[in-house]
């Protein structure tokens, strides 16, 4: 697929982003199925959620990678790394014949992000609990050399169970961080259990509220839905995002199915996930 220029993919008009999003979840499938590794279950839920920034959300450019104003993308889930590497194979920063590496000796496609092999990405994650403080620094840096870039950081929920969270959202409420951004992927699943059953998160929006953010919540596979709430501006206080989504969504057996957060799907399997996303 040809670069998309940055003016082009910020035009809702000019793409289908249903369409991206399912040719991402097909390569999600391809590159987990080769790799006979990875966290299918959550990069399926979180895939609309990284089309719709990268295609209409994000002032990115992929020639510029590292361009100074640019906004900043933190994947906080780094686990689900292949549905970042899905989404910048789409959007031009690395080449479509470079995702059956994944997770391969030498490949740069790490099981986890590294921003020193990969364009695009912003930071390395993998520990959970470390993209919001990162995205905290990055919004004080915006506001201290006055270009104002935005930065988004996508979290699973069950990260939420990690208490570095909150120390940022904390210290992002006091400081009025409006060009910060949380999305939290709720997809109600975490390894080997149910989030209310391992560790109850809600009432969540209340929890972000009472940290000073203003909390909304979305359905999490709508992207009309996700990019209104994503392009506006705001004023005085940071954003969390709350993005109702299905683990392993468009897979059928995968979906909702809690095993599927560190499964790998057979050859048969494979097969008939392409053909379900076909």
Known sequence: MDVIPVEAALSEHRYDLGALAKEARRSIVRMIGEAKAGHIGGDLSVTDILVTLFFGVLRIDPLVPDKQDRDRFILSKGHCAAALYSVLALRGFIPQEILPTFMQPLSPLNGHPNRRKTPGVEANTGPLGHGLPIGVGSAIASRLSGQNWRTFVVLGDGELQEGSNWEAAMAAGHRGLDTLVAIVDRNRLQQGARTEDTNRLDPLADKWTAFGWEAIEVDGHDHDALGDVLTRTRQGRPL??????????????IEDRVEWHHKVPSPEQVTLALEELA
């Open 240 to 253: 969390c995002v709350i993005a109702n989504t299905v683990k392993g969504k468009g897979v059928s057996f």
